[in-house]
């Protein structure tokens, strides 16, 4: 299994959580599944790149971007997962904010960063040459 696969099972954690109705560890999953899916696609345009072990996805989602143009800004969605990863995790404040609807916003976040690697991330032939060059 890949990053990308890893992303899925995160992504389907989490849709599998809301419906039992643990909606703060919903968020967690699904802002996993937003890094798993970034760094697929990182590592393919920058195979030796420190971000690969970081949780510091605006800058993978800006590396990204410098790359592979998006028709949608994606950038304030990211930086609410990255605010919610931890907090979501390590939850000491607000429990209440934790409820479906801000747990569905995260899973359209999750499916927009999805749909931008499946649909706006294609590798060049160039981009396989580099990786495979690299190592």
Do not use: W
């Amino acid at each position: 299994m890949g990053l990308y696969d890893d992303a899925i099972e995160e992504l389907e954690t989490g849709i599998d959580l809301i419906a039992i109705g643990r909606y703060r560890q919903a968020i967690f999953h699904f802002c996993l599944s937003v890094e798993q899916f970034l760094k697929s696609k990182l590592l393919l345009i920058a195979p030796l790149s420190d971000l690969e072990f970081s949780h510091d996805v605006i800058n993978i989602y800006n590396e990204l971007r410098y790359t592979y143009k998006s028709t949608k800004n994606m950038a304030s969605q990211i930086k609410l997962c990255r605010k919610y990863f931890n907090e979501s995790r390590y939850s000491n404040s607000n429990r209440d904010i934790y409820t479906k609807e801000f747990a569905e916003q995260f899973l359209q976040y999750a499916n927009d960063v999805k749909s931008y690697i499946d649909n706006e991330c294609a590798a060049t032939l160039d981009d396989l040459v580099d990786k495979f060059n690299k190592h």
